[in-house]
């Protein structure tokens, strides 16, 4: 077996701010991508979620369908599931549609009449939400999004075989 | 007022007793009142007088099994009529001093036996609004010999050795409550009868104000006596317009007959009372909630120490005390402490009212002595389930309570025994369930109460109260997992050890107690999507699709 | 009384110590730099025992006792921080966050918030009790100040510096449960409130962005309470 292990990123419903953070560990990210394989992300071309990934980091919270099923087979394929920024952690910004439900929101984007897309694009879920109330998530890592520094330290714990822990170091917001 | 003016008031009403040959007792407790018990006790004294009966038809206050209302109670042959109508007026004078009226038999079977009336003692014998029909039985020479043969410490001495403890939940010795109220140094101290009586289903407290106002006066006069106290309120909620009115009737002529305002009896002591409502809100029965409230103040509670006693009322020492404690002070002064504690278990003297409701034959209100067992109370006195169902549960103390299963039927009633168990004494609401109950629903329609009751001030009560209720109804609805039963119990911990009031600290209470004896009811609803009492209308389709994923496991 | 009479001994922590007979576990503690969460007290405001973060242990005593309001007494043994103490404090908090909306990424108060910084502190990464989001409003009627009931953790400081430091008597709580708000007067818009003096104490002494000052972005909306004590022993030596 190799020393690399594999790597994944997802976006449910973010902003992509935790992907640029992600990205943010600059040079780091050459020493990181000699231990990490990143097998399936929105930054790499690979259509399919593989069969195993040993991390896969989640941004966003769950708030389609889509999120939903996405967020359910990634976790049957992953070994060690990462939560990472306040939408994956406490729905954040997503969920701030929860005080209304969807409805408002879609009469706010399609207003006057106009129908909502109802083919092609995943239903909205009544609530948005957090992705630990859906799947059992095993690694929290707050901020919004959380510094370059933070994931750094999530991903070279979690390469060395420790659960980081980050109470007292992440904030949310 | 000394001992010869109060024989001379007992006398006088004797003798006009004796100008009659019949007594027509009629109970004008809130349930018979609302059916209208007034129109027939005018209605037997008209048609007494018409067939020429040397009758009075007397106004009394609640006499107990109040689902066989309106009663009636004809002395001197003692007997009971229920369900009573207006136009049973007639044949009831009619029958005065004949064969009693058959039909009208309230069928209470052994409703009586075993009751013990010490604190209900004058209840359907005196006309509530009678001072000197209450002093005619007894009353008040408590409140004179304590003033004129007993010094403070010795009234606190006989209190403490008759063992009476709270009778507003807590059970806490009351003549400790006293010694220390009566040691704490203050130029003022007040006296506070709390009459907020919030659990549901419990109507104790309203019956005795109800029934025997001036006991209450006396009990805390002789208080007040004791621990050096000149001012005293009850705190009355404003749901109980009867009890108010009774009350404001009976502070009147007390005061009138000289047993409240300045100089009591001919001796120094001076003491007065006032009544204050309160607005319904169930914490405003907590003692810092109530006393805020009394203060004009939010009625929320505070941190205790400091406890009322040592900065109670405007930060004066308080004395605060329940309607049934101070309703059991008069006789221990009167006949001694000792005589008080020959009655009851080794920790818990005297006896209990309880508010028996629920699946039972025989609601009502009884009064009997501790140590008594569930089993003679609910199917002796209460006459068991009806329509053929079977017994579940018990339910007491309210919503800090807990309910006990059929097993804990032979438990003898005790403050220690009942928290035992996992219940508690509480003010004395005892609701019968049978099978038709979901013990789940139940415990969900309790934390429901303390949901809307918590005040508000901390976080474990106002935001956990919410989740408990959220989680219960989910299992309710048949959309609950193992995990939520794990967190449901972990915030019944964390709730009741860290709220500040007893309403937070024991709102788990009833989850925890039908967690430890109906478990299994709990897992149905979880683990097959059932409700084993069918109260829960778990959907089919929940249901449906449940069975369908555990075929497909097991495929 | 002596001097000595009224000094009180006693361990906290293990840590032995000694504290004037009036003082409260939490003064004791802050003065020999123990650690014990808060977030409804505030130095120079009186104690209302709300909030429940800074419960100890106190050998002996039946219940968890407050910190805040729990006087020092000779020989108390007392525990701040246990296995048992965190995973309540942790579910309290839990609690508070899932309440109401505090979201933190998009509130004016991110980055100078208690309620936040407490989350940090206690070690909380996620909130496993659902939010319940509930529907409150926000009244930006004052000129200069806003009230944001989403944010607000009822921890009454508004409520008491008000009415204990400013005299106005402007703030006030309604309802209960989880219904009660905070409300100014009797209700009415606070920018029509005729009590307010507009002296924006309530806002300096808000822990979270519930109360803020209009117009004001990043570190400008970090809140300043320190004037509290100061004011209070200048208002004691004038009444000597
Ligand atoms: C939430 C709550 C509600 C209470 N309600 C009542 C009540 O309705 N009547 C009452 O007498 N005591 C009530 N109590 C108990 C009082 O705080 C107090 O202990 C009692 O009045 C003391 O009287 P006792 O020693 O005679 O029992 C309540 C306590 C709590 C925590
Ligand atoms: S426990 Fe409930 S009722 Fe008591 S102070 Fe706290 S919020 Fe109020
Ligand atoms: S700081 Fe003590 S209870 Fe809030």
Known sequence: MSDTKTLATVWLDGCSGCHMSLLDMDERLIELSSQFTLVYSPLVDQKVFPEHVDVTLVEGAVASEDDLKKVRKIRDHTGVLVSLGDCALTGNV???????????????????????????????????????????????????????????????????????????????? | MNVEELQQIAAAVEGERAQYEYEVNVCMGTSCLAQHSDRIREAIEKEAAG??????????????????????????????????????????AESLGRKPVARLDPQLGSYFEGQHFRVLENVGHIDPENVEEYIARGGYEALVKA??????????????????????????PTGLKWDTVAKVKGAQKYVICNGDEGDPGAFMDRSVLESDPQRVIEGMAIAAYAIGATKGYIYVRAEYPLAVQRLTVAIQQ???????????????????????LGAGAFVCGEETALIASIEGKRGTPRPRPPYPAVSGLWGAPTLINNVETFANVAPVIRKGGEWFASMGTARSKGTKVFALTGKIERTGLVEVPMGMTLRQIIFGIGGGVPDGHKFKAVQTGGPSGGCLPEEHLDLSISYDALITAGSMMGSGGMIVMDDTSCMVSVARFFMEFCMTESCGKCVPCRAGTVQMYELLTKICQGEATRRDLEKLE?????????????????????????????????????????????????????????????????? | MSAEANIRTLTIDEVDISARADETILEAAREHNIDIPTLCHLEGLSEVGACRLCLVEVKGARRLLPACVTRVEEGME????????????????????????????????????ELQSLALRLGMTHVELPYQYPQLPVDASHPRFTV????????????????????????????????????????????ESETCTSCGKCVQVCPTGALFEKNRAGTKTAKHPEFLPYLRIMREGEQR
Not at chain 3, 102 to 107: K, L, Q
Request: aromatic share 6%.
């Open chain 2, 51 to 92: 067939c020429g009966k040397k009758c009075r038809a007397r106004r009394t206050g609640c006499m107990g099994p109040c689902a066989a209302g309106p009663m009636v109670l004809v002395e001197p042959a003692g007997i009971r009529y229920g369900h009573v109508l207006e136009t049973d007026a007639k044949e009831i």
């Open chain 2, 147 to 172: 003033l004129t043969e007993m010094t403070p410490a010795q009234v606190i001495e006989q209190i403490a050795k008759s063992g009476l403890r709270g009778r507003g939940g807590g059970g806490y």
């Open chain 3, 78 to 113: 007392v525990t701040t921080h246990s296995a048992k103490i965190d995973r309540y404090r942790q579910m309290v908090l839990e609690l508070f966050f899932a309440e109401r909306n505090h979201v933190c990424s998009v509130c004016v108060a991110n980055g100078h918030c």
């Open chain 3, 148 to 191: 944001d009931h989403n944010r607000c953790v009822l921890c009454t400081r508004c409520v008491r510096v008000c009415g204990e430091v400013e005299g106005a008597n402007t703030w006030g709580v309604m309802g209960r449960g989880a219904q009660s708000l905070v409300i100014t007067d009797l209700k009415e818009p606070w920018g």
């Open chain 2, 490 to 555: 972990e915030l019944c911990e964390v709730v009741g050890a860290t709220s500040l009031c007893g309403l937070g600290q024991t709102a788990p209470n009833p989850v925890l107690s039908t967690l430890r004896y109906f478990r299994h009811e709990y897992l149905a609803h979880i683990d097959e999507k059932r409700c084993p009492a069918g109260v829960c209308e778990i959907g089919d389709a929940r249901r449906l699709a449940h069975d369908a994923a555990r075929t497909e496991v097991h495929a």
């Open chain 1, 94 to 173: 997503s969920a701030m549609r929860n005080r209304f439900g969807p409805e408002p929101v879609l009469l706010r984007v399609y207003p006057d009449g106009q129908k909502a897309p109802s083919t092609g694009v995943p239903a909205l879920l009544d609530r948005v939400r957090p992705v630990h109330e859906v799947v059992p998530v095993d690694v929290f890592v707050p901020g919004c999004p959380p510094s370059a520094d933070t994931i750094y330290q999530v991903l070279t714990e979690l390469l060395a075989g420790r659960v980081p822990t980050l109470e007292g170091v992440a904030h949310f917001g």
């Open chain 2, 254 to 276: 007390a005061r009138r007959r000289g047993f409240l305002g300045n100089g009591i009896c001919e001796t120094t002591f001076s003491f007065d009372v006032d009544i204050r």
